[in-house]
């Protein structure tokens, strides 16, 4: 569970993350249910073609190759059993972990160098965070409680912001993240900027987060 991001280590939140441990898919996956009681739901994977990785869903410019979902129905699929995640990774055990939103989290999704600025503001400011993933595509996302696509607009805009000036998504139901070990294509592995631990399964509400996320975002464009 414990992928790291080389490039912040000399953070003391980063400081905290151990090696990653090389644990299967199918592991992993458990783990999640069982330990974070986090759903899960298996998505894409890759593929070798013709000396390539391609994605499992079979188009050849897919944006997140291997780190998407397998079928239109993947909410239903989502299970928060141990015992269900196991079975359905033995039957594809090279198949992505996705976690959906709007469930036991929500994520606040920013650009990496928005995330770093804030994650280096939230330390300052002293804030317990919850987990927080950075993808290959360069995003990170902030995990907070279930609830933030109806607080992110009013409190953006009571800090003087509008949502659409800023790159910063709300990913609430409907709407899902990539976990770590997670693969997107030949651009690397989803990592933890700040990992699963015991110190915050308590997740922090999106309002404590949103004032140093949208500075950071402001800062960023």
Not at 32 to 59: I, K, N
Not at 81 to 110: E, N, Y
Not at 149 to 162: D, F, H, I, Y
């Amino acid at each position: 569970m414990e992928e790291t991001i080389a490039g912040a280590r000399n953070t003391q939140i980063a400081g905290q993350i151990p090696q990653q441990r090389r644990e299967s898919l199918l592991e992993t996956a458990v783990r999640y249910a069982e330990e974070r009681h986090w759903d899960v739901f298996p998505g894409t994977c890759l593929e070798a073609v013709a000396g390539q990785q391609r994605c499992s869903c079979g188009d050849a410019s897919c944006p997140a190759p291997g780190a998407h979902p397998a079928r239109p129905d993947w909410a239903t699929q989502a299970t928060g059993s141990a015992t269900v995640a196991r079975r359905m990774w033995q039957k594809q055990p090279t198949a992505s972990i996705l976690l959906p939103t709007g469930r036991t989290f929500d994520a606040l999704s920013v650009p990496e160098s928005a995330g770093f600025l804030a994650l280096a503001r939230m330390e300052r400011m002293e804030l317990t965070l919850g987990p927080v993933t950075l993808s290959p595509d360069r995003r990170m996302n902030f995990f907070v409680l279930p609830g933030a696509s109806a607080k992110v607009p009013e409190r953006v805009r009571k800090l003087g912001w509008t949502l659409s000036s800023l790159d910063l998504v709300a990913l609430g139901e409907g709407s899902y993240v990539a976990a770590p070990p997670t693969r997107f294509g030949s651009r690397g592995a989803v990592q933890w900027a700040c990992r699963p631990t015991p110190a915050n399964r308590w997740l922090p509400d999106a309002e404590e987060l949103i004032s140093p996320l949208a500075y950071a975002c402001g800062r960023d464009r």
